[in-house]
């Protein structure tokens, strides 16, 4: 909107308080006066009138006769007015000073000339966020998950209209609202984009294990925890990025026990050969010597053997069994589960 059009010696039709952007006004000056300037003028995009409003002057002011002429006093709308005087000779020196909330349109300073009119034409006092239709670099909230697309960052002055729009930032995408903001009068329309986190959703399925999840959405993570029994073969974590889960899905490996070990004077009973499944027990006996402890281990579900291990003590001889061809006997094998 522009300011009422304010022409000290003019006359007051039809007057309105709403002068939007494309309104026409005319200027007609009381009697004995006349327009200095041209008295149809438009309000233009910016809240100022095009071209700038006349002044009415005495008639007698725009002969070349009127060497001492004076000029009229300066009404500016929306002026402060001090030190007011009704004879501004030629030469007279004013400042117009704005009221709280308005800036000066034009120059400040002016002086009354030998034909009786203001020089330079009297400013106009406007809104200070109507003094330019032009935006600087659109500012984007603090902390905020969006972003200015790169192709604006170039620029620091925006023409009135002008549209900027912004993207979700990495590992972001679009919830709700619209992306564009405008130039109005010097303002920035509110950004209305809302970006959500990206979904990356079950980071997939692990045979005898299981993920465990901070969250499925950027940034969250997913670790990889084997069953009982089972050892992780491959990487552990899986980060959920801006297109997925990055990383492969592990393995979960049986864990299994390598030859139970020796014990002096002792044998294992059995035929059975490595690798040994958890839980497989296998049982000691003694050659030489009396068996001191549990004559059964078993191989644990993290790969080991129980313990303790048996002991053969003693001097007392034990006869071995001869088995069928001469050869010694290891006994029998028990492949029991705990």
């Given at each position: 909107?522009?300011?009422?059009?304010?022409?000290?010696?003019?006359?007051?039709?039809?007057?309105?308080?709403?002068?939007?952007?494309?309104?026409?006004?005319?200027?007609?000056?009381?009697?004995?006066?006349?327009?200095?300037?041209?008295?149809?003028?438009?309000?233009?995009?910016?809240?100022?009138?095009?071209?700038?409003?006349?002044?009415?002057?005495?008639?007698?002011?725009?002969?070349?006769?009127?060497?001492?002429?004076?000029?009229?006093?300066?009404?500016?709308?929306?002026?402060?007015?001090?030190?007011?005087?009704?004879?501004?000779?030629?030469?007279?020196?004013?400042?117009?000073?704005?009221?709280?909330?308005?800036?000066?349109?034009?120059?400040?300073?002016?002086?009354?000339?030998?034909?009786?009119?203001?020089?330079?034409?009297?400013?106009?006092?406007?809104?200070?966020?109507?003094?330019?239709?032009?935006?600087?670099?659109?500012?984007?909230?603090?902390?905020?998950?969006?972003?200015?697309?790169?192709?604006?960052?170039?620029?620091?002055?925006?023409?009135?209209?002008?549209?900027?729009?912004?993207?979700?930032?990495?590992?972001?995408?679009?919830?709700?609202?619209?992306?564009?903001?405008?130039?109005?009068?010097?303002?920035?329309?509110?950004?209305?984009?809302?970006?959500?986190?990206?979904?990356?959703?079950?980071?997939?399925?692990?045979?005898?294990?299981?993920?465990?999840?901070?969250?499925?959405?950027?940034?969250?993570?997913?670790?990889?925890?084997?069953?009982?029994?089972?050892?992780?073969?491959?990487?552990?974590?899986?980060?959920?990025?801006?297109?997925?889960?990055?990383?492969?899905?592990?393995?979960?490996?049986?864990?299994?026990?390598?030859?139970?070990?020796?014990?002096?004077?002792?044998?294992?009973?059995?035929?059975?050969?490595?690798?040994?499944?958890?839980r497989t027990v296998v049982t000691y006996r003694c050659q030489v010597g009396v068996l001191i402890g549990p004559?059964?281990?078993?191989?644990?579900?993290?790969?080991?053997?129980?313990?303790?291990?048996?002991?053969?003590?003693?001097?007392?001889?034990?006869?071995?069994?001869?088995?069928?061809?001469?050869?010694?006997?290891?006994?029998?094998?028990?492949?029991?589960?705990?």
């Amino acid at each position: 909107m522009c300011p009422a059009p304010e022409v000290a010696n003019s006359v007051k039709k039809g007057v309105t308080h709403d002068y939007k952007v494309g309104a026409m006004v005319t200027v007609a000056c009381s009697a004995g006066f006349e327009a200095r300037g041209e008295r149809n003028v438009k309000c233009g995009d910016d809240g100022q009138w095009q071209p700038p409003l006349p002044q009415c002057v005495p008639r007698a002011a725009t002969t070349k006769a009127a060497v001492a002429a004076m000029c009229p006093a300066p009404e500016v709308a929306n002026s402060v007015k001090k030190g007011v005087t009704h004879d501004y000779k030629v030469g007279a020196m004013v400042t117009v000073a704005c009221s709280a909330g308005f800036e000066a349109r034009g120059e400040r300073n002016v002086k009354c000339g030998d034909d009786g009119q203001w020089q330079p034409p009297l400013p106009q006092c406007v809104p200070r966020a109507a003094t330019t239709s032009r935006c600087g670099v659109p500012e984007t909230p603090r902390g905020s998950n969006v972003q200015l697309a790169p192709k604006f960052f170039s620029i620091e002055s925006f023409a009135a209209g002008a549209k900027v729009y912004y993207l979700c930032g990495v590992g972001h995408v679009r919830d709700q609202g619209s992306k564009y903001r405008k130039c109005i009068r010097g303002q920035w329309s509110p950004l209305e984009l809302q970006c959500r986190r990206r979904l990356c959703g079950s980071a997939g399925e692990i045979h005898n294990g299981r993920y465990i999840y901070t969250g499925v959405e950027f940034g969250d993570i997913a670790t990889a925890k084997c069953d009982s029994g089972f050892q992780l073969v491959g990487q552990a974590t899986r980060n959920c990025l801006s297109r997925g889960w990055d990383g492969h899905d592990p393995l979960c490996e049986e864990l299994s026990c390598e030859d139970p070990p020796e014990v002096p004077n002792a044998e294992v009973v059995g035929f059975a050969e490595a690798p040994y499944s958890p839980r497989t027990v296998v049982t000691y006996r003694c050659q030489v010597g009396v068996l001191i402890g549990p004559s059964d281990i078993w191989c644990t579900d993290n790969g080991t053997w129980s313990s303790p291990l048996p002991q053969c003590k003693g001097t007392s001889h034990q006869v071995l069994n001869r088995a069928p061809g001469g050869g010694t006997s290891r006994g029998r094998f028990t492949n029991k589960l705990l």
